[in-house]
């Protein structure tokens, strides 16, 4: 029995490419943001349920509602809107893209603060300090809180500055959150603006508004 390489077949290769053109993670972070709009709903209404036995009963031994999927699909929002400014600004064409290597995105995986750099840079958007401070945690969340028990190693549990001071890495609710939202939506609206100016857009109509 042949074994399967895992590869496209030559001749497969030259018609089949990576959809990494802006309009595509900017799609996606609308289908993110809309999940975790919805999980957000259930998250509040576990919220109120928790404060009211509290206020009733401070002794309750109930878990604290857990946002850190809600959070989680957030974070994964703001990282395809921040790589979709970068492919704008950068990417003169996509409609041929194997790897995503080829598009030169700043930072480790998932990692946001360096993409954030750049694309500071690139459109002169400017990140706040508290800005900063939440897209650490959203890394954070999605680099493991949000998806595993534990990190992969014991010092990847608190997230650390190259000076050793750690980072923001939990959030409060509500006022993080609705952050994070501003931020988000920020974002979009700096790549809605330069989707005019992308060179393989598909479609200049409003296929991807509201």
């Given at each position: 029995m042949t074994?399967?390489?895992g590869r496209?077949?030559?001749?497969?290769?030259?018609r089949?490419?990576?959809?990494v053109?802006?309009?595509r993670?900017?799609a996606?972070?609308r289908?993110l943001k809309k999940?975790?709009n919805?999980?957000f709903?259930e998250?509040?209404?576990q919220?109120?349920d928790?404060?009211?036995k509290?206020?009733?009963?401070p002794s309750i031994t109930?878990d604290?509602?857990?946002d850190?999927?809600?959070?989680?699909l957030?974070?994964?929002?703001?990282?395809?809107?921040?790589?979709g400014?970068?492919?704008a600004?950068?990417a003169?064409?996509?409609?041929?893209?194997?790897?995503l290597?080829?598009?030169?995105?700043p930072?480790?995986?998932?990692e946001?603060?360096?993409i954030?750099?750049?694309?500071?840079?690139l459109?002169t958007?400017?990140?706040?300090?508290?800005?900063?401070?939440?897209l650490?945690?959203?890394?954070?969340?999605i680099?493991w809180?949000?998806?595993?028990?534990?990190a992969?190693?014991i010092?990847?549990?608190?997230p650390?500055?190259?000076d050793?001071k750690?980072?923001?890495?939990?959030l409060?609710?509500?006022?993080?959150?609705?952050?994070i939202v501003?931020?988000?939506?920020r974002?979009?609206?700096q790549?809605?603006?330069?989707?005019?100016?992308?060179?393989?857009?598909?479609?200049?109509t409003?296929?991807w508004?509201?």
């Open positions: 074994k399967r390489t496209i077949p030559d001749h497969l290769r030259e089949i490419s990576l959809g053109s802006p309009d993670w900017l996606k972070a289908q999940s975790s919805l999980l709903v998250y509040e209404k919220q109120f928790f404060d009211e509290f206020e009733r009963d109930d604290f509602p857990d850190s999927v809600v959070v989680l957030l974070g994964f929002a703001v990282e395809n809107l921040l790589k400014l970068f492919v600004a950068t003169t064409a996509t409609e041929n893209v194997k790897s290597k080829e598009l030169e995105i930072g480790d995986p998932h946001l603060e360096p954030a750099d750049a694309v500071e840079r459109f958007i400017n990140f706040s300090d508290e800005e900063r401070e939440l650490q945690a959203l890394e954070h969340y680099r809180w949000g998806r595993y028990p534990s992969t190693h010092d990847n549990i608190f650390t500055q190259d050793g750690f980072k923001k890495f939990m409060h609710y509500p006022s993080d959150h609705f952050g501003a931020l988000y939506d974002l979009e609206e790549l809605v603006a330069r989707l005019v100016d992308v060179p393989d857009r598909p479609n200049k409003s296929r508004d509201r």
